[in-house]
């Protein structure tokens, strides 16, 4: 199994960027899909989470700016981020999870950093 994630970088305050991370070797479509970040100093936590059926849910500091969509005819998540801030600079991480007892497959991560 394989995630690899990308599109993160520097970005200005009230800027946006896209992160996507592909996934190979397991059955994408029957996989919920998730973005964490992890910002130095601080615990791994969960930005956005779409399920195999399209359900959406988001962290509260990110509602109404990112949004998580999913291709599966290209077995990729995305997560567009619009009017970014800096407390949004953080690495990046996507992670694939068939159920609940499922084991978690993570992608390397990708940084993302918002500065002027």
């Known amino acids: 199994v394989q995630l690899q994630a990308s599109g993160g970088g520097l970005v200005q305050p009230g800027g946006s960027l896209r992160l996507s991370c592909e996934v190979s070797g397991l059955v994408f479509s029957a996989n919920a899909m998730y973005w964490y970040r992890q910002a130095p100093g601080k615990q791994r936590e969960m930005v956005a989470t779409?399920?195999?059926?399209?359900?959406?849910n988001y962290a509260d500091s990110v509602k109404g700016r990112f949004t998580i969509s999913r291709d599966n005819a290209i077995n990729t998540v995305y997560l567009q981020m619009n009017t970014l801030k800096p407390e949004d600079t953080a690495v990046y991480y996507c992670k694939a999870k068939r159920h609940r007892f499922s084991p978690d497959y993570w992608g390397q991560g990708t940084q993302v950093t918002v500065s002027s």
């Open positions: 779409i399920t195999s059926g399209g359900n959406t």
